[in-house]
C-alpha cells in the first residue's frame, strides 16, 4: 500500500470517527432535550450524509452501525433512538442508492416506499395502544396526508441540504 493509499484510509477513518461521534452526541443530546427533537434526527442524517459523501456508502453504512450500536449502549432511553434507528439513519442511506438509479419517476416511488413501510409497521403496532376513535376514519388520512407531505418537505430540505454541502462546504473539506 502507498503511503498516498495510507494517508486516504486514515483520513476516511478519521472523519468517519469524528462525524460519528457527533452524530451520537446529537442522539444523546435529542434525548434530554424536551423540544425541537425531530431536528435531532434531521440533523443526525445530515451528518452522516457526509460521511457517504466524502468516504463513500460503505462507509456510511459502518457509521450507521457504529452509531446506532454506541447510542444503545450509552443513552439510556432506548425508545428516543427509534427514529434514528428505523428511518432518520437508514433513510440516508436509502436516499443515496435510491438517487443513484437518476430515474425521478422510480426515485419518488421508491422514496415512499422507504418512508411508510417503517411507518406503515409502527402505526400496526402502535394503533393496538390507542383508542377506537383515533385509529379510523377521517383523523387517520388525515394524518397519512400530513406525513407524506411532511416526509416530501424533509426530503427537498435533505437535497438542499446535499446541494449546499456540494457548494460551499466539501471544496473546503476536500483541501485538506
Do not use: C
Amino acid at each position: 500500500m502507498s503511503r498516498k493509499e495510507s494517508d486516504n484510509g486514515a483520513r476516511k477513518i478519521a472523519l468517519t470517527a469524528i462525524l460519528s461521534a457527533f452524530i451520537i452526541i446529537i442522539l444523546f443530546l435529542e434525548s434530554i432535550v424536551p423540544t425541537g427533537r425531530l431536528g435531532f434526527y434531521a440533523l443526525a442524517s445530515f451528518i452522516l450524509s457526509v460521511i457517504v459523501l466524502e468516504n463513500g456508502v460503505r462507509w456510511g453504512w459502518l457509521a450507521y452501525a457504529v452509531t446506532s450500536l454506541t447510542a444503545a449502549l450509552i443513552i439510556p432511553e432506548k425508545l428516543n433512538l427509534l427514529p434514528y434507528f428505523v428511518f432518520f439513519g437508514i433513510y440516508t442511506l436509502v436516499k443515496y442508492h435510491i438517487e443513484s438509479l437518476r430515474k425521478k419517476w422510480l426515485e419518488i416511488i421508491l422514496k415512499l416506499i422507504a418512508f411508510n413501510l417503517p411507518l406503515w409497521i409502527f402505526w400496526d403496532f402502535v394503533k393496538g395502544f390507542l383508542p377506537d376513535r383515533l385509529t379510523e376514519g377521517l383523523i387517520v388520512i388525515v394524518a397519512g396526508i400530513i406525513l407524506q407531505v411532511a416526509f416530501f418537505v424533509y426530503d427537498k430540505i435533505f437535497t438542499l441540504w446535499l446541494n449546499y454541502y456540494f457548494e460551499k462546504i466539501a471544496p473546503k473539506v476536500r483541501k485538506y
